[in-house]
């Protein structure tokens, strides 16, 4: 299913979380009609549903003398490593969760129109065993320098192939093919990987290609999960390459590594990501220290986020260290509201794209006016509540509007947490009051494990990231060419902690540029401090450029900006330092453009519009208005756009897995339309 664009920028007005919420560009009339509408009935419904409100914990962060800042979670000098004493690694985290939970249900699979089948702690570190054993068997030794290639979708014999080799000390390299097939043979080179698990023939038939060619001399085993026939192991046979079926343990301790994890970057080949047992860990204890609720072993996780990201594997190692489940979605996204609906999840790890796909389930109960204003009215009692610190899915709003919503995600959720891409404040307070759970944004990146700030439970605002987990301290520093001080509580934001990662694999080059000589990892985001000891993310320093007059432009916030607009699906923002303006590139919105070509009396199919130099201008007219009230300088604002009728995507090579935009590959295919943008203006 894909996000409707129009939905996405609708979510992207920014509002005011201290005054009445309106669902932007959805609630017809004003808003003091729908309180009239029944002022006297939602005092009486919202007063006799209240409880008690609840003690909030602390939301601030401390000062150090050096201007890094630290949780408050935590005593004065000290960073959290682990939370529980008996899981200082991932491997003693799942043996934990198989105590705990005496043997409980671990991980959880379907079939489609099926329930949920469910292997015990027991059997996944059984069978783990027995894969760990077969590698020794096959020649992978108890190192930190044996890496293991995982090429394969979420789904069980992920987690098992992970465990096989924390059991015995071996490394997890995460594959995954939206990276492509070049940057696969990279991966595997780099690491000097000899052995693949994979999931599905095809996958093998790939990397058997890549062998075929020369390309992965150093590859000698394949172990597959599915099934496969006689005429791929004869075909691995003639290129030396042996095909397996998938079927005294030496526990790691937490300074070993555990997982190379390559990130899919904007620019360059992949970078190698050294995580070690002792950074995961403490990543997952910050986030159990943070608490918004007290888990145990009934808490269930549904896994559908890819496992090649540390967003994911965090997620599922917290929830294993208390005995928790984790059910896998069928493979297919289209059909994930379909598995949660069978599933019932507690937890539910989300990208903001997700978020905005639920948020179409909404669009059927706005049709008509009285629902709108219902609907306005429901969502602003419950933020009220929110506000004082009442977090509930049982309310008369509840049972009146929400229900049906709650039940696209099973109806059971506790906790959602939001992270790999900012969300726009408004979206996060929209589900604060539809989904009754607490709600939490994190921020961080692949080199910090996952995270290295989260909001807080009883901070019900929007617009921030939190304060520093309890495994890291965060400072900012200068970036003058870009005017931020940290004087003036801005600056880049770098990391030190537990969490923090030990470099990349053989790239000291790379290394030294993201790591500092006293262990800062510099983030390349900008930051601001909050005056509630919060960080907001405000810019980004690694993509800046400079225009001819000596300008520096930060893209990426421009192009925040003019997503916001009904007419634009996406933007790419590009300039150099031979040119005294930008120009963009701009999917429109599919289901919004014929509204407004209709408005200035035009026709068309979709690719006409894109052509016609009225919807161009129109188009244009409104990204600029947009960029004036966000407070954009001229020179930051685009003169010319060309409209592209097909969006960006990870297939066609122009965004990350991430959802990031690949920008050298994006000025390489808009190469001609953007010399053309700049002739002109001659």
């Known amino acids: 299913m894909n996000t409707s664009a129009s939905t996405i920028t609708i979510l992207e007005h920014t509002i005011d979380t201290n005054s009445r919420l309106t669902i932007p560009n959805l609630i017809a009339g004003n808003t003091t009609s729908a309180s009239k509408w029944s002022r006297s009935g939602i005092l009486y419904l919202t007063l006799w549903f209240l409880p008690q409100t609840p003690k909030t914990l602390t939301l601030d962060s401390h000062q150090r003398p050096y201007r890094g800042r630290r949780s408050t979670l935590i005593p004065e000098g000290e960073l959290l490593s682990y939370y529980f004493e008996d899981a200082k690694t991932l491997y003693e985290g799942f043996k934990r969760g198989c105590s705990v939970s005496e043997n409980g249900p671990c991980l959880g699979y379907r079939k489609p ?16 065993e027995y894969l760990g054993s077969g590698l020794l068997y096959k020649g992978c030794k108890r190192s930190s320098d044996q890496f293991i290639g995982i090429f394969a979708q979420n789904r069980p014999e992920w987690i098992i192939s992970e465990l096989a080799c924390y059991t015995y000390s071996l490394v997890v390299v995460p594959l995954y093919d939206t990276l492509g097939a070049e940057a696969i043979v990279y991966i595997v080179n780099k690491a000097d990987i000899s052995t693949v698990i994979c999931d599905k023939p095809e996958k093998a038939e790939s990397i058997l290609e890549s062998c075929k060619q020369g390309k992965m001399p150093l590859l000698k085993t394949i172990i597959l999960m599915d099934l496969f026939d006689d005429s791929l192991k004869e075909k691995g046979v003639t290129l030396g390459i042996e095909i397996l079926y998938f079927q005294a343990v030496e526990p790691p301790k937490p300074d070993d590594l555990c997982v190379v994890c390559f990130t899919s970057g904007t620019t360059g080949n992949p970078k190698g990501a050294l995580l070690t047992h002792g950074n995961v860990v403490a990543n997952a204890a910050s986030f159990l220290k943070v608490k918004t609720s007290v888990y145990d072993t009934s808490e269930v996780a549904i896994s559908y986020l890819p496992l090649a990201h540390m967003f994911e594997r965090v997620v599922q190692s917290t929830v294993y260290s208390f005995g928790g489940r984790v059910g896998f979605f069928q493979g297919d996204i289209k059909l994930l509201v379909d598995d949660m609906k069978a599933l019932k999840p507690t937890i539910f790890p989300v990208v903001p794209r997700v978020l905005n796909r639920i948020y179409d389930k909404v669009k059927p109960f706005t049709q008509t006016r009285f629902k709108r204003l219902l609907l306005n009215v429901a969502v602003n009692r419950k933020l009220a509540e929110v506000k004082q610190g009442i977090i509930r899915n049982n309310s008369v709003w509840d049972k009146l509007v929400f229900s049906k919503f709650q039940q696209v995600t099973g109806g059971k959720l506790n906790l959602i947490v939001t992270g790999a891409a900012p969300i726009s404040p408004s979206i996060l307070m929209f589900f604060r009051g539809v989904f009754g759970c607490h709600i939490v944004e994190a921020y961080g990146q692949t080199e910090c494990t996952a995270g290295c700030t989260v909001t807080m439970p009883g901070d019900w605002n929007a617009g921030y990231v939190g304060p520093p987990l309890p495994c ?11 005017n931020y001080f940290a004087s003036d509580n801005t600056g880049e934001v770098c990391i030190k902690g537990t969490n923090v990662f030990k470099g990349y694999l053989k790239d000291p080059e790379k290394t030294a540029e993201a790591l500092d000589n006293d262990g800062w990892l510099h983030t390349g985001d900008i930051g601001k401090w909050m005056p509630n000891n919060t960080l907001k993310i405000i810019d980004r320093k690694k993509n800046i450029f400079k225009l001819s007059q000596g300008e520096y432009i930060a893209p990426e916030k421009i192009e925040n900006v003019y997503i916001r607009s009904p007419s634009v699906a996406q933007v790419f923002v590009h300039g150099d330092s031979l040119q005294s303006f930008l120009v963009g590139i701009v999917v429109p919105d599919e289901e919004t453009l014929p509204a407004l070509a209709e408005n200035l009396g035009i026709k068309g199919s979709f690719e006409d519009l894109c052509k016609n130099s009225v919807m161009k201008n129109a188009v244009l007219m409104e990204m600029n208005n947009l960029g004036k009230e966000a407070g954009l300088k001229t020179f930051e604002q685009v003169k ?6 097909e969006l960006f995507t990870v297939e066609n090579g122009l965004l990350t897995p991430t959802l990031k935009s690949r920008r050298p590959d994006l000025v390489k295919c808009f190469r001609s339309q953007i ?8």
């Open 113 to 128: 129109k099926q329930p949920y089948q469910w292997l015990s702690y027991q059997q996944v570190l059984d069978r783990a």
């Open 675 to 682: 010399d053309a943008l700049y002739a002109s203006d001659m």
């Open 472 to 482: 890291n301290i965060i400072k900012l520093e200068d970036v003058p060419e870009m």
């Open 640 to 645: 010319y756009i060309y409209l592209h009728p």
